[in-house]
């Protein structure tokens, strides 16, 4: 296979998840929401708003990876914390999130969070 062929479809696997994403009732809430693949579980973690899709991310403290909350334009995830996040502060909570996706090595995760504890908004 040519590096190019590979390249594409390293991207089209990756981007793949996001059409999931286009398919979450967001009325449905989070933990019981149809679309959710797997077990809820708690993650402590910074929640800051990015360029690009989904442009609202959870980074787990101490690791190196994202978990994109979606679904875009209407992330599920409790008001307390929604209209605290922006480009000039971020938020760190207790999150307990559920997953759109599996955990994949090398690509960002999709989830909603159903709960924040322990919130802290700290600028950027």
Do not use: H
């Not at 929604?82 to 090398?106: S, Y």
């Amino acid at each position: 296979m040519k590096p190019a062929s590979v390249v594409v479809l390293l991207l089209c696997l990756g981007l793949s998840d996001l059409g999931i994403a286009g398919s979450i009732d967001a009325a449905a809430g989070c933990r019981g929401n149809p679309a959710v693949s797997g077990a809820c579980f708690s993650v402590r973690g910074r929640v800051s708003a990015y360029n690009g899709t989904p442009s609202l991310r959870i980074w787990p403290v101490g690791t190196t990876r994202l978990l994109g909350i979606v679904p875009v334009e209407n992330e599920i995830m409790p008001e307390s914390i929604k209209n605290k996040v922006t480009f000039q502060q971020n938020v760190f909570a207790t999150l307990e999130v559920c997953p759109f996706t599996p955990a994949r090595p090398g690509v960002m995760q999709l989830v909603c969070v159903e709960s924040a504890t322990d919130i802290q908004v700290r600028p950027r």
